[in-house]
């Protein structure tokens, strides 16, 4: 039956998700026929759910989380927003106190019929469900698109190319008020052209429909015995031709027979916008949530509310926005759906008035609006009453306690750990990443390269409720689990580096009953561990380690030890390590020294090993003068050693003529210049204010023979590009200009200086006179055939030189 009248048996009211128009007419149906009883497609678990959506907390958009007791990450949502006609329909029956049901396979058997541990299989055409493994990657719900789109299909008979454009055309634009001669008239309709696709295209390619069907058909039935035809069914359209077909109990019954189960549980979690739009993944998504809310919600005119909104969103801006503006964006979107033949404007109207309009032409500022409003970031809330596993209860209450409130959109949080409140929010963070529960991810820092600040930014996102309900199988709150995590992989760990980066995390995190078991599993591992290359990737996190050990004040005394013998053993492997490297490996390694000079930098006077700092003295100058080693790591070995002031400019230039020498290979010499001048620290600078080093480099490169310039060109391109743009033309300038020579300009020895020409320019030194007369207060007849010499001894008073 697809809702002809009360009396010939339930009215089956077949809905899209999340569309308005379906969710008002959904409404208007219900107040006239005034059911007994009200089933609704979803699954039956949820049923001791449902009278928590009457509570004033619960503000769509939420979902229900459902998901294995022991696979916590196969899970599955149905999300419902405030235009979802379930939502609506589940209102309803609370407010008129009529019983209401969900009908739909139970989750059991839908998460256990998930094939594999891939986001999940089970979405069709309309189905309201995101099902899946959530954590791994972005959602738990990326799915591929149905073999047919019912909605697409109708709309090409019509002759339509959008089918959103089709459906607004349709049913959103059509009774706005909800009020209709026959509210059931609709249903019917869109029924029969629902049986006439089924009657083409089968199950559409979807044949655990069936199942479901048939489960639904089951329900309906004992629905039916207990309210008699008194009863309305809200489902997919695409289900009302088989929930109206004339079947067996015991074929549907066959149907169910031998299906996988699984134990399950339920609750209300937070949703978003953002994440019922159909580019998340979401397979029942819409292209425009914020906008279908907005034609919900809206009592009257809506195309001048949306209007008001957006350039209100465009003023936060600061952009320039009256109201002139939007009257005529009002204006021309009535006039394009006039020109179009629309029966009012919709989505595509508004948004070409507004980029007329609003953003003069422009998509930028138009993007903003997608982003804000057309799609929104609106999150919505549970009341703490809905159940949820230990974990997320505890994480709640921090959440509170710290007034960390879960937010859909990016928030930028600057921490003072020198602050209590500041501290525990940076622990709950680092716990909450140790445990995966990704909510906060560390960002650059503003102003500040201090160990006493931290910067984050935050994001939540529905995944993360799955994520914690993972998580809870470590412990009860978020500081037990994410010790006895951190305890498990300290066991586990394979990789020195493993342990260390572990025993950082572990310090961020303050877990002072991990660390023990941390220490034990870092001191096994770095006795057993000769590679140097896994030693000299270890050595870094333990002296950021000993760093905000000072911070958060936590005895760090068996770390500085590991440390020490760490930094001590690589200062004897690593020069015999460096030997006999191809490029990949010599790239690496001269990464991993870089990595050690900062770490005992930082251990300098942290640890008990006097005279460090001079022993890898002693070590880079081994690598820089020894011939067998890699060029890039030889280069890069002076380079830190005149940078530490350990190493004489005579010296370093004396160094690099050896490298640069004319019996040196072109690509040995290039990979000791991508050494010496390459990577962030300031080697552009160098060669600008040491022309003796740039010379060198010149003569060099002259002498490159045209067969093995085209070897070395990828190695200088990718040193040379790295430097900022002011500093390449600064060197391109300096190298057309050729060898310094003595000159006026120069230093008080005759010498040039870098960046100055051999002699004053007279042209160029008499077009400043007039801005320097006025700067000095010379009146006109003081200042009449002044030249440059009278104003350079007029401000000899004030310190400047001529």
């Known amino acids: 039956m697809t809702g002809d009248a009360p009396a010939a048996g339930p009215l089956l009211l077949g809905i899209r998700h999340h569309g308005p128009g379906s969710a008002r007419a959904v409404r208007a149906a219900l107040d006239a026929a005034g059911p007994r009883a009200v089933l609704i497609e979803g699954p039956p678990e949820g049923d001791a759910l449902l009278p928590l959506a009457a509570d004033e907390r619960m503000r769509p958009p939420v979902a229900l989380l459902a998901h294995a007791v022991d696979d916590p990450g196969r899970a599955a949502f149905w999300p419902l927003a405030e235009f979802s006609p379930e939502w609506v329909a589940i209102r309803w029956a609370l407010r008129h106190d009529v019983p209401v049901r969900f009908i739909d396979l139970p989750a059991a058997h839908s998460l256990a019929m998930t094939d594999s541990p891939a986001p999940g299989p089970d979405h069709d055409h309309d189905h309201d469900q995101e099902q899946g493994r959530a954590g791994d990657g972005d959602a738990a719900g990326a799915v591929a698109a149905p073999p047919i789109d019912p909605i697409g299909v109708l709309a090409e008979a019509a002759g339509y190319d959008d089918p959103e454009r089709w459906w607004e055309d349709v049913v959103e634009h059509r009774a706005p008020d909800g009020r209709l001669v026959d509210p059931r008239a609709p249903f019917a309709a869109l029924g029969e052209a629902m049986a006439a696709l089924r009657e083409v295209y089968g199950d559409g390619g979807h044949p655990r429909d069936a199942v479901r069907e048939a489960y639904m058909r089951i329900q309906l039935r004992s629905a039916r015995k207990e309210f008699g035809d008194d009863v309305v069914v809200v489902c997919g359209a695409w289900h009302v031709p088989a929930l109206g077909a004339r079947t067996t109990v015991t074929a549907d019954k066959a149907l169910l027979k031998g299906l996988p189960k699984v134990k399950t549980e339920l609750t209300w979690v937070p949703w978003t916008h953002r994440r019922l739009a159909r580019h998340s993944g979401y397979g029942a998504g819409i292209d425009s949530p914020g906008w279908y809310g907005h034609l919900f919600c809206a009592p009257d005119r809506p195309i001048e509310r949306w209007m008001t909104k957006v350039a209100g969103l465009l003023r936060d801006e600061d952009r320039f926005v009256s109201s002139a503006h939007v009257i005529e964006a009002v204006r021309l979107a009535g006039t394009l759906a006039a020109l179009r033949g629309r029966p009012l404007a919709g989505l595509s109207e508004t948004t070409d008035a507004i980029r007329a309009v609003m953003c003069e032409g422009s998509d930028v500022p138009l993007a903003l609006v997608q982003d804000r409003l057309i799609v929104g970031e609106t999150l919505g809330e549970v009341p703490d009453t809905a159940p949820a596993v230990p974990l997320q209860r505890d994480l709640a209450r921090l959440q509170r306690a710290l007034r960390l409130k879960p937010e859909a959109l990016d928030r930028e949080l600057e921490l003072d750990l020198r602050k209590d409140t500041d501290a ?128 958060r004040s936590t005895d760090t005394a068996a770390l500085g030890e590991v440390a020490a013998g760490l930094a001590e053993r690589i200062c004897v492997g690593l020069p015999p390590a460096c030997t006999g490297l191809d490029a990949d490996g010599a790239a690496e390694l001269r990464r991993q020294v870089d990595g050690v000079h900062t770490a005992i930098g930082l251990l300098a006077g942290a640890v008990p090993a006097d005279g460090l700092r001079e022993r890898w003295t002693a070590v880079l100058h081994k690598l820089a003068a020894r011939d067998t080693v890699a060029g890039v790591i030889r280069g890069r070995a002076a380079r830190l050693l005149l940078d530490e002031g350990r190493l004489e400019e005579d010296d370093a230039a004396r160094l690099m003529g050896l490298a640069l020498s004319p019996g040196t290979p072109p690509a040995e010499a290039a990979a000791w210049i991508e050494g010496f001048v390459g990577g962030a620290g300031g080697g552009g600078m160098l060669l600008v204010h040491d022309e003796r080093l740039l010379g060198l480099v010149d003569a060099w490169l002259a002498r490159v023979p045209a067969d093995t310039f085209t070897d070395v060109l990828p190695l200088l391109r990718r040193t040379f590009s790295a430097y900022e743009p002011g500093v390449r033309r600064t060197l391109g300038e300096l190298v057309r200009r050729g060898p310094a020579t003595g000159g006026q300009a120069g230093t008080v020895t005759g010498t040039t200086a870098p960046g100055f020409g051999p002699a004053l320019d007279e042209e160029r030194a008499e077009a400043v006179v007039p801005v320097l007369r006025l700067l000095l207060g010379m009146d006109a007849g003081d200042a009449e055939g002044a030249d440059a010499d009278t104003v350079g001894n007029a401000m000899e008073p004030l310190g400047a030189t001529g």
């Open 424 to 551: 525990a929010r940076s622990r709950l963070l680092h716990r909450l990443r140790l445990l995966a529960v990704r909510w906060g991810e560390p960002a650059a820092g503003r102003g500040s390269t201090g160990t006493f600040r931290e910067s984050w930014r935050l994001r939540w996102e529905p995944e993360l409720y799955v994520q914690v309900a993972e998580a809870g199988i470590w412990g009860t709150t978020v500081l037990t689990a994410a010790t006895a995590k951190a305890e498990s992989e300290a066991v586990s760990a394979t990789a020195l580096a493993e342990v260390t980066a572990l025993a950082e995390r572990c310090l961020l995190a303050e877990l002072p009953d991990a660390l023990p078991v941390v220490m034990r599993a870092l001191a096994d591992r770095a006795a057993l561990d000769a590679d140097v290359g896994h030693l000299a990737d270890a050595l870094p996190a333990l002296a950021r380690t000993l760093r905000y050990g000072d911070v």
